[in-house]
């Protein structure tokens, strides 16, 4: 990691991540952990970390789309109290799971192309676990 990435993931840790986790916040109406493994993003160069707002943006509507009524928004609170990042540069290693509460996240932010899930693919896989 270099300086640009450590200056890239401050900035991030500092205003990008209060950001959205107060926006989750205000979507689900309940305190939700945002945890994002650092050293997974900053290992490789800065375009992992300049592509997390695109993550945020999908996690986000998802968000939305879950809680889009009273019970969504009890359905989540009852089985979601972190989210967390992980980051890879191999496309096997690709992985959503949500288990004792931890909806995690692997993805392929680094490397050849771009791994990540839609907001449509993060609620067909939630709300069968809900």
């Known amino acids: 990691m270099g300086l640009q ?9 500092a205003e990008k991540l209060p950001e ?5 916040k205000e979507i689900t109406g309940s ?3 945002v945890d994002i493994d ?3 993003f900053t ?5 992992p970390l300049s ?9 986000s509507s998802f968000l939305k789309k879950i809680c889009a009524d009273d019970l969504g928004k009890e359905a989540l609170q009852e089985k979601l109290n972190t989210i967390k990042l992980t ?5 096997e290693e690709l992985k959503m799971e949500l288990s004792d509460n931890v909806l995690s996240f ?6 050849s192309s771009f791994g990540a899930y839609t907001d449509s693919q993060i609620v067909s896989y939630v709300e069968s676990q809900l």
């Open 106 to 111: 692997k993805l392929q932010l680094a490397g």
């Open 5 to 13: 990435e450590k200056r890239l993931a401050k900035e991030i840790q």
């Open 87 to 91: 980051n890879t540069d191999n496309p």
């Open 31 to 33: 305190d939700i952990k």
């Open 43 to 47: 290992a490789y160069d800065s375009y």
């Open 38 to 40: 650092w050293d997974t």
């Open 51 to 59: 592509r997390l707002d695109i993550v945020f943006d999908d996690i």
């Open 20 to 24: 959205f986790e107060a926006k989750v």
